[in-house]
Nanobody, 120 residues
Framework: QVQLVESGGGLVQPGGSLRLSCAAS????????MGWYRQAPGKEREFVAR???????ETEDSVKGRFTISRDNDKNTVYLQMSSLKREDTAVYYC??????????????WGQGTQVTVSS
């Protein structure tokens, strides 16, 4: 089992920045990728970004150039640096962990979510 705990959400003005963190614990060796998803009110959960153990990253088009995913393997933590935030980025952000063969990602674990609200 792997446990994921997110932190760093909050209220920020449009154009501002936030950094989300997700600390993983448990059988870390069982996972080979971590990622971020988000879910806005009334919408389905959507992909935001992901990173493999090898450092390969992918970011959803609407946040590309504004959001950056990174990881600290020593701390078993993945980060999502969010800049130039827009009102439409408001959502609950979820951390995910799972396995990948480089092409297919299977998310096995999810965090409890952290709220990000972009508002003036």
């Amino acid at each position: 089992q792997v446990q994921l705990v997110e932190s760093g959400g909050g209220l920020v003005q449009p154009g501002g920045s936030l950094r989300l963190s997700c600390a993983a614990s448990g059988i870390i060796s069982s996972i080979s990728a971590m990622g971020w998803y988000r879910q806005a009110p009334g919408k389905e959960r959507e992909f935001v970004a992901r990173i493999s153990n090898g450092g390969q990253t992918e970011t959803e088009d609407s946040v590309k150039g504004r959001f950056t995913i990174s990881r600290d393997n020593d701390k078993n933590t993945v980060y999502l640096q969010m800049s130039s935030l827009k009102r439409e980025d408001t959502a609950v952000y979820y951390c995910s962990a799972g396995t990948t063969n480089g092409l297919v990602y299977i998310w096995r674990y999810w965090g409890q979510g952290t709220q990000v609200t972009v508002s003036s």
